[in-house]
């Protein structure tokens, strides 16, 4: 059984700065791709930054300068520093990870989502 589990959101002033986490209990499997997405009322869910196990980033441009991924593949986690944040930031944040059991991929995994909230 695999669980992705996030935690940090809430409710913060625009300007302000949120961290999330996401900890996936996934020890018999490797992870390649975790990431972060949103979705807002209304709209599509969207990618907001990814990492793969090397370290290689990527980031919508909306998010560009504002906000960092980053993960601890020991701990099989990934976080999302969020910084000058904006009312339209305002979504439910899900963690996604890219599952392998070996050489054999199993597929994307999706934690419960959390929300975030930015007034003006």
């Known amino acids: 059984q695999v669980q992705l589990v996030e935690s940090g959101g809430g409710l913060v002033q625009a300007g302000g700065s949120l961290r999330l986490s996401c900890a996936a209990s996934?020890?018999?499997?490797?992870?390649?791709?975790m990431g972060w997405y949103r979705q807002a009322p209304g709209k599509q869910r969207e990618l907001v930054a990814d990492?793969?196990?090397?370290?290689?980033?990527n980031y919508a441009d909306s998010v560009k300068g504002r906000f960092t991924i980053s993960r601890d593949n020991a701990k099989n986690t990934v976080y999302l520093q969020m910084s000058s944040l904006k009312p339209e930031d305002t979504a439910v944040y899900y963690c996604k990870a890219d599952l392998y059991y070996h050489s054999v991929r199993l597929g994307d995994y999706w934690g419960q989502g959390t929300q975030v909230t930015v007034s003006s």
């Open positions: 990492i793969n196990s090397g370290g290689r980033r």
């Open positions: 996934a020890s018999k499997f490797s992870i390649n791709v």
